[in-house]
């Protein structure tokens, strides 16, 4: 079973930047239809960030456009999610998606999960 390894999340200050890595373990992936960002704070329900297609169509959440750039490299099966002018309301454990994943050896597609990577941002 594959699944997906998140890095890059800490602390920064308010306005500070992060960039979120998201990458594929476990399996030979052959395609993934779509990967994404979600984000869960105390408290909250889990919320889309932003996501993107394997032809590099993107989506935000509008609390983030303008702040936020997500990118993929289709070779690596990697996504990323660079974050600008944070904001102490961006605080939350950031969760990568992998939407319609086929891997080597399955006959269906499966939806990857990562394990989450914390997030704080200083007022």
């Known amino acids: 079973q594959g699944q997906l390894v998140e890095s890059g999340g800490g602390l920064v200050q308010a306005g500070g930047s992060l960039r979120l890595s998201c990458a594929t373990s476990?399996?030979?992936?052959?395609?993934?239809?779509?990967m994404g960002w979600y984000r869960q704070a105390p408290g909250k329900q889990r919320e889309l960030v932003a996501t993107?297609?394997?032809?590099?169509?993107?989506n935000y959440a509008d609390s983030v456009k303008g702040r936020f750039i997500i990118a993929r490299d289709n070779a690596k099966n990697t996504a990323y999610l660079q974050m600008n002018s944070l904001k102490p309301e961006d605080a939350a454990v950031y969760y990568c998606?992998?939407?319609?994943?086929?891997?080597?050896?399955?006959?269906?597609?499966?939806?990857?999960w990562g394990q989450g990577t914390q997030v704080t941002v200083s007022s």
């Open positions: 476990g399996s030979i992936i052959i395609s993934i239809s779509t």
């Open positions: 993107i297609t394997d032809e590099g169509n993107t």
């Open positions: 998606r992998a939407i319609g994943v086929w891997a080597l050896g399955s006959s269906t597609r499966a939806d990857y």
